[in-house]
Every structure is written in C-alpha cells, then in structure tokens.
C-alpha cells in the first residue's frame, strides 16, 4: 500500500519536517493536510537552512510533486514569497512540482486582525496563537462562509467576496472601537498572488486518488502535533485543525485502504510553544540546556515566531497517548544527541491527580494542570553520538533510552536523529 503518514506525537516541533525530507527521497508526492502558516519545519541540507511553512519539506527532492491539501488553510501572499524563495534558491517550484487544492481555504487579511484581537481579549488566559489567522479561517469554514482557493479562478468573484470579509469585519471592529483593516492595501497584493497562484490550482482529491490507484508513494507531512489537535489535544490550548491521523484522510480526501504505514514523529525530550499546561516542564539550567542558546537553528526557538519554546523531559504519558490515537505502526525519535551529557535523564511514565494514578493524560485542562508526573530516572551518557548510524553502536544508555521508549509506548522504533544533516540517523 502507497501512502505514509507522518504525525507529530508531542505539541508539534518534534522534527516532522526533517523526517519527510528523508522519507520523501522515494517519494512521487508529498502532500500536507492541516494547518497553514503556523507550522515552520527547518530543514538543513548541504550546509543551506531551509525553513518552510506552507510547501511541503519534500520540495527539496526534484522527482516529488508537492500537494498543499484541502484541509489547509492558505495565506495566498506567504504562499507566493515561499515559491519566490525557494525558486531563488534555484528550487524547482512550477506547477508541474506544486499543487494547491481548490478545496483549501484563503487566510484573509480579515482572519489575522481577528486573531490578533481574540488573542488580545483573552488577557492573561492567551492561547499563545502564532497570529497568522488560522483560527479565524478554521472557524469560517466551519461556519461554511470562508472563501476556498478555487475561487482565486475567478478573480472578478475572488475580490467581491475578499472585499465583503473585509468590510463584514469592520464594521465589527468598528462596533468594538478597534483600528480598521486598509482594504485598500490588501486587495492588490491578494489579487496579485491570486493571479500567480492559478496555475497551481488543481483538484487534488482526484488526482491523489488516481495515483494511489496507480501505486505512486505518498508521504503526508503531518504540521503541529497530536497533542495540538483541537479534538484530541489539550483543549482549548490547540490549534482549529487535526494535525492527528484522522484529518490527514479528510485533509487529502483518500481512504485507509491506501495507508501502509502511520509514523509518529517525537523529540527525545519535551517541548511546548504557547501556553498550556506541560506536565514535564522543566526551568533554570536544566530547561536552558535543552533548549539552547538560540544560535543554532536547531536550538529550541519557533521557527514561525521566534518565540522560546518551554523545554522538559520526555513525557511517555502524552506519547502513549498519541500511538492510541494514530494507530502508530512506528516512531521516529529526534534530537537525542542533545541528550549526550547529562548524568541522568527522567521519563515520565505516569501521571498522580488528585492521587489517582494514570496512564494517560486527562482530558481535561483542569486536570493537566493537577497532573504530577511519575517519573523512571535513566543513567545518562557522555559520549557525543552525532557520528553514529547504527542502533548498536550507540552507547549502552542512550540504547537503553531509545528501548525503554519503544518498550512504554508499545511501538518500535524506526530510527533516530542525532543531527541535523540529511544522513545523521541511525537505523535499527
Ligand atoms: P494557532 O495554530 O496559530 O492558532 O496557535 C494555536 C496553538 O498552537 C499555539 O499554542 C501555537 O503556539 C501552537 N502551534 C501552532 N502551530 C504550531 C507549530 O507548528 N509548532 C508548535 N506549536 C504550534
């Protein structure tokens, strides 16, 4: 069977980018499903930084066609400044190699003032949202008035209805006594990134469906992560899509006849960006440890917002969860090299709330943050392991990390990163 999907398993960040850029080296497509701008996956290739937010890592493969799926929602304007940098770059980025769905959704200008506002409503219960308007979008197309990406076809009907998002949320920020959006200002550069975007426009759904039929590969690159899924996440402190298993079908439009395997995707450690409870979180030297200074581009800072991420120890209860969740058939572990020098590391296998013991996070918020986590203290390893490529050469700890994982979640593991460069894995 053709298709692989690759899921976050944390609160997104967790390296997804990296491991479809390696699974993608055979791939025919690489399709995204959820989300839109928010995500930012880095990717490092021959000495170059590659960071992208909307186009799928698989771009960087000259054979893979890229497909932005209906279940996204698109910012026409960043779509366009991602195609003019990675074409600078000398990347192959015609409509031959990308494809956006005509069933996706535009981001309007209307979307990122609303976000800006809620989140300045919310006061100090912010969700920490990356202000690109997605949750805006999301609600439109639930609320079954957003503008989908077909409609950039017709450009004459594309302005009127752009035009009447934009005026529909003045008047309401008007209403509230709030800074206007310049309509003025927005409808030329919408317009023109809808004129370059057009012959990217495809039906996706039909076209993925007839080459999974003829057994092309695909790769879905999952953005965010299970615990950021506004159904199985730590609501309400998710994103408004379904970065899990389930909305990587209705994001591409294809069944699970076609899916072979479901790869979770997890950091060596714990990290989170926005607020939220974090059951794991750790602060002072320990946190700034795994985080890094921020010179690298590895180091632990939003590749969208900059933003430091909070940092903590790995968190089994949440990864146990996520393989429930996805049916994951592997794992994919990143960044344990970061983990080269401490004495000892702690895994959380459990949680205590109001001194009941779990094996699974709560659903509820209130709850999450009542959760103590059980942890299981592992020796540590000093060795540097960035050179090694194979499961048994790593030290004898750092194998017994990577084994007491699989062995918590009851999945195996596939491989593992232990640097940023494409071929830094290690294969079991
Ligand atoms: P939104 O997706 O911008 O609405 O943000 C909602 C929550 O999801 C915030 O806590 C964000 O920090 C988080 N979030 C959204 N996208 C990503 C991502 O790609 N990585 C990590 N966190 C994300």
């Known amino acids: 069977m053709p298709a692989t999907i690759i899921i976050g398993a944390q609160w997104g960040d967790e390296g997804k980018g990296r491991a479809v850029d390696w699974l993608a080296s055979d791939a025919d497509i690489v399709a995204r499903y959820s989300g839109g701008d928010n995500a930012g996956h880095t990717l ?47 990347i192959d980025v015609t409509p031959e190699r990308l494809m956006l769905s005509t069933r996706a959704h535009i981001i309007t200008p209307a979307h990122i003032t609303l976000d800006s506002v809620q989140e300045k409503a919310r006061g100090d219960q912010k969700l920490g949202t990356t202000l690109r308007g997605i949750g805006p979008a999301y ?51 919408y317009l023109e990134a809808a004129e370059r975007l057009r012959p990217f426009l495809a039906d996706t759904t039909v ?41 990587a079908l209705s994001g591409l439009g294809f069944g699970p006849k076609y899916v072979d395997r479901v790869i979770g995707v997890a950091k060596a450690f714990s990290t989170r960006v926005g607020s939220g409870a974090m059951p794991t979180e750790l602060e002072g030297a320990l946190a700034q440890r795994l985080r890094g200074t921020g010179e690298n581009f590895w180091d632990e800072f939003g590749t969208t917002t900059g933003r430091p991420r909070r940092c903590g120890w ?115």
Request: one cysteine or more; a negative charge; charged letters at 20%.
């Open 44 to 90: 490092y290739v021959n000495s170059e930084v590659f960071k992208l937010h909307l186009i799928p890592s698989g771009i960087l493969h000259p054979q893979a066609v890229c497909v932005l799926g209906n279940g996204m929602v698109v910012n026409p304007v960043n779509m366009v400044k991602e195609i003019d940098q990675l074409s600078a770059m000398g």
């Open 139 to 189: 609600l439109d197309k639930i609320g079954r008035k957003g503008i989908r990406a077909g409609k950039m076809s017709d450009l004459e009907n594309y302005l009127e209805a752009l035009t009447q998002a934009i005026e529909q949320t003045n008047e309401q920020l008007r209403r509230d006594g709030l800074p206007l959006i310049d309509l003025d200002a927005h409808l030329q550069p």
């Open 207 to 247: 076209f993925l469906n007839e080459q999974l039929r003829s057994n092309a590969q695909v790769v879905c690159e999952g953005a965010q992560g299970t615990l950021l899924d506004v159904d199985h996440g730590s609501y309400p402190f998710v994103t408004s899509s379904s970065p899990s298993v389930g909305g």
């Open 314 to 428: 790995l968190d089994a209860v949440i990864l146990r969860y996520a393989c429930a969740v996805n049916g994951f058939t592997e794992l994919i572990i990143t960044k344990l090299d970061i983990l080269s020098g401490f004495e000892e590391l702690k895994i959380a296998i459990a949680y205590q709330i109001h001194g009941e013991r779990s094996d699974y996070p709560p659903s509820t918020m209130e709850e999450l943050q009542h959760a103590q986590p059980i942890y299981e203290t592992l020796p540590g390893w000093s060795e540097d392991v960035s050179g090694i490529r194979r499961m048994e050469d790593l030290p004898k700890n750092a194998r017994a990390y990577v084994e007491r994982i699989a062995e918590l979640c009851d999945t195996p593991i596939y491989t593992v990163s232990v640097g940023p460069e494409r071929d830094q894995l290690v294969h079991a």
